[in-house]
């Protein structure tokens, strides 16, 4: 099984590959087992389903901060030879991406509405936009004016995904929106990005 202590992303399939040393292939059973912090996990489903030598886990299928060991016993089913092999694999949390739909520069005049939507953010720890909180902030860069955004302090207090902004509130000018994204989780896992909207 080689190194007997691994760390992973659940974002990732995964392959344990069982060698033999002193079997012939064609003489031996394989039995995999696998313990989630030490403690047998039978949610865990091998897709190999051809190849005994091989236990394939699907991404996703790993949870972050769980340690999993995996178990081969392999026995000779004509001299009664009995042998056993594990590894462990620690899966670790991934990072968060940031997305703004609609591309990273937009023009809007005064009588429409701004639609400001991080909703396709995601952690790569699940591949869902699950457990993510979202601050929002935004700041006149042309003319340059740091009271620019007031008029719409209580909109970017939002913690949602999407914030909907009347761009009458707004003056023309260019302004820098920026949405962070970070998970209730880990909160050190965090990302963000930006969208410049010029307002004519």
């Not at 999407?162 to 896992?189: C, G, N, R």
Request: hydrophobic residues 35%; glycine residues 4%.
């Amino acid at each position: 099984l080689g190194r007997n202590y691994i760390y992973v992303y659940s974002n990732s399939s995964m392959t344990i590959q069982a060698t033999l040393n002193s079997f012939q292939s064609n003489d031996v059973e394989f039995k995999w087992t696998i313990n989630k912090n030490g403690v047998i996990d039978y949610s865990i489903i091998d897709l190999s389903t051809t190849d005994e030598t091989k236990f394939i886990v699907g991404a996703y299928k790993l949870l972050p901060g769980n340690q999993y060991d995996f178990n081969v016993a392999v026995k000779s089913s004509m001299s009664s030879t009995y042998s056993v092999a594990s590894i462990s694999a620690y899966v670790m949390y991934g990072d968060v991406i940031a997305v703004l739909a609609g591309g990273s520069n937009v023009y809007v005049t005064t009588n429409h509405i701004l639609t400001l939507d991080a909703s396709s953010s995601y952690d790569t720890s699940t591949g869902t936009s699950n457990n993510l909180l979202y601050q929002w902030s935004c700041i006149q860069i042309s003319p340059l004016s740091p009271l620019g955004c007031s008029t719409i302090s209580n909109i970017l207090s939002s913690t949602n995904p999407i914030i909907y902004v009347p761009v009458s509130s707004l003056i023309s000018a260019t302004y820098e929106f920026v949405v962070t994204v970070t998970s209730t989780i880990i909160s050190t896992k965090t990302a963000s990005t930006n969208q410049i909207v010029r307002v004519e």
